[in-house]
């Protein structure tokens, strides 16, 4: 017995893959509920003298008082990522900025057409 033509589409419009946006703000969502179910706790830690970085010290974790993540800063977080992102989101932009413009011009087929012409 196939199924009707109608309940295909239902059953692919149901299982199509969401946004991009969307799969992010469940994965944040998510991460923000863990935050009332997973106990906070730390190490102390402690500078290894060989290496100079800093390590945990073994055995030493012990739970710390909970600050759970309020739901309705969601929106407020998001612009303090970006702020303090901004740097490396500027750069990212200039750099690709920068690579379109190069392809754009041709230069880069230039330079690697030149050697396959030549041999």
């Known amino acids: 017995m196939d199924s009707s033509p109608e309940e295909k589409t239902w059953v692919r419009r149901f299982l199509k893959m969401p946004h991009t946006y969307v799969l992010l703000v469940i994965i944040i969502l998510f991460a923000a509920l863990l935050t009332y ?3 906070s ?3 102390e830690r402690a500078e290894d003298e060989s290496s100079g970085q800093t390590v945990v010290v073994p055995g030493t974790y012990g739970e710390t008082e909970a600050d759970p993540f309020n739901p309705l800063l ?3 977080s998001i612009v303090e990522g970006f702020n303090d992102a901004s740097d490396v989101i500027f750069f990212i932009l200039i750099i690709g900025g920068t690579f379109q413009i190069i392809l754009s011009t041709g230069a880069v087929d230039a330079v690697t057409g030149f050697p396959t012409r030549r041999f």
Do not use: D, H, K, S
């Open 41 to 43: 706790g730390e190490f």
């Open 37 to 39: 179910v997973v106990p």
């Open 74 to 76: 969601f929106p407020v």
